[in-house]
């Protein structure tokens, strides 16, 4: 059972990794998958043919336009703050806009993700670490300061670090460079807070975010 009641109005960090901490994807494929499931599952609608519209996006970066998306808009049941897809884990902020919102948004992510891999991949049980953890949020400069762990986590990773704004599968990337995704992603709450892109740049850069493990809104995964 889980211990958080999700309320309208209020946001959590969501998280979860692989199993005995599996990577989760394994190349840009799965990647790109899992991108249009929490981009496009923000709404009840359901879709077909996605494996079209991976394909669509290894060639071109960008995923086929959704029809009626101002309907699909008013219809999501959460609002995608930012994320962060790393090799056996992710990171997202969300705002629950609907009952239950957050809990079928994120069951049903995990479901049709793990359906794929296993298929994909011949496997069979538990991709995941059980079901999602989630933090309620509980004000602005928590908030902050987690929008900044969660874009700072491509530094795990060498080849990223100091340049965490250009990984491709992350928010981070469509803050600073420009959003990607349109209405699929609601950067605003926080950007808003800052007098332009480079403020924003620069305050994550100097956050302790990733750097003292000792802060007090540091996630433990274990």
């Known amino acids: ?20 901490k599996q990577n989760i994807f394994l190349n840009d494929r799965d ?12 709404s009840e609608n359901v879709f077909t043919n996605i494996s079209y519209s991976i394909s669509y996006f290894i060639k071109h970066r960008v995923f086929i ?16 703050i930012s994320f962060t897809l790393m090799p056996n884990h992710f990171h997202m902020i969300l705002e629950e806009l609907a009952k239950d919102g957050i809990s079928n948004y994120m069951q049903r992510i995990q479901n049709a993700y793990t359906k794929y891999f296993n298929d994909k991949y011949d496997k069979i049980g538990h991709l995941l670490q ?7 949020i509980e004000n602005n400069g928590q908030l ?3 929008s900044c762990y969660v874009h700072k986590n491509p530094k795990e990773l060498k080849s990223w670090r100091s340049k965490e704004y250009l990984y491709e599968w992350s928010s981070y990337w469509d803050y600073i460079k420009g959003n990607r995704w349109g ?35 540091i996630i433990n995964m274990e």
């Open 1 to 20: 059972m889980r211990k958080t009641k999700f309320a309208q109005g209020e946001h959590y960090h969501i998280f979860n990794r692989g199993n005995n």
């Open 31 to 42: 990647y790109a998958r899992f991108l249009f499931l929490i981009l496009h599952l923000q």
């Open 65 to 80: 336009k959704i029809k009626n998306e101002n309907k699909f808009s008013k219809n999501k049941v959460v609002n995608l």
């Open 130 to 136: 059980g079901p999602f953890k989630d933090v309620h």
């Open 144 to 146: 902050l300061y987690l």
């Open 183 to 217: 209405q699929l992603l609601v950067p605003n709450i926080i950007l808003d807070q800052f007098k332009n892109i480079s403020e924003y740049k620069n305050f994550v850069t100097q956050s302790s975010a990733k750097e003292n493990l000792e802060e007090k809104y």
